[in-house]
């Protein structure tokens, strides 16, 4: 798979999408390999975070409709459901439910399924040409790969409806300002940001990060009574890693900790 680039260094697991002369767009296989990265993220304990960012000038311009439109053959009722609950949904469920904090790096045009695969990440870092736009309405499609789950829950539903119903370009300060990204960095220094945002998250407690992703993740999701539940047992299940026993010893004797990802 030439089009997704990986590498493992220092705990830090990069995936760079590789595909610059379609702007990064996504193919089946691409996507794929996309699910299976952030799935071995998951298990390996040797990997602590996750950078997902593009070469050239998108970032990702969302799935590879080429062919799409001239698609001979009946279509089946239900295809079509089918396609997106093992496809883009597939892809950004493995983005939410990865237990290793993942970074987007947005050096670019981020569009469709692009935009809400950085929407999904956990922190958010956009060069100052980075754009997104929610491109579904220019193609008479309805939102997928989750756009109406994330942005009512990042931004609210009206500002969500303003970007869907229009699919206006949204350049990298406005979707800061929106709350859309964490930052915003010059265009020459988003690589060494990220790099440095995904060595803090590598050197943090690798288990207490995770426990508190599930929190968030799943905070507008319940009641208040089951999100309490769910803190403590996190807390209960946190209490039983060696992060946590060195976090407190470290308090106790004034120095630093020395998080293990254990």
């Not at 697991?13 to 996309?34: G, I, K």
């Not at 050096?107 to 870092?125: K, M, P, S, W, Y």
């Not at 790969?145 to 609210?156: K, S």
């Amino acid at each position: 798979m030439t089009d997704v680039r990986h590498e493992l260094r220092d705990h830090v697991s990069y995936v760079t999408l590789d595909r610059p002369e379609t702007l990064n767009a996504l193919t089946p296989a691409m996507r794929d390999r996309l699910v299976a990265l952030l799935t071995d993220a998951s298990a390996d304990p040797g990997t602590r975070a996750v950078v997902l960012t593009g070469t050239g000038r998108g970032f990702c311009a969302g799935a590879d409709l080429r062919g799409a439109a001239t698609a001979s053959g009946e279509r089946i009722a239900g295809d079509v459901a089918r396609t997106l609950r093992v496809g883009a949904q597939r892809l950004i469920a493995a983005v939410l439910d990865c237990e290793k904090p993942v970074l987007a790096a947005v050096n670019g045009t981020a569009a469709g399924l692009g935009a809400h695969l950085a929407f999904a990440c956990d922190l958010v870092l956009a060069a100052e040409s980075a754009r997104f736009i929610e491109v579904f309405v220019r193609r008479g499609l309805v939102p997928d790969a989750a756009g109406a789950y994330l942005l009512p829950r990042l931004i609210g539903p009206q500002r969500a409806k303003e970007l869907m119903f229009f699919g206006d370009t949204v350049p990298a300060a406005e979707a800061e300002r929106l709350g859309l990204v964490n930052r915003v960095v010059a265009d020459a220094g988003l690589e060494k940001t990220a790099r440095e945002w995904a060595g803090r998250l590598a050197a943090g407690p690798t288990r207490s990060l995770a426990l508190a992703k599930h929190l968030v993740n799943t905070s507008l999701d319940t009641d208040r009574t089951a999100a309490f539940a769910a803190e403590a047992w996190a807390q209960e299940i946190n209490m039983t890693t060696e992060d946590a026993r060195e976090g407190l010893r470290a308090f106790a004797e004034r120095r630093e900790p020395g998080f293990r990802g254990r």
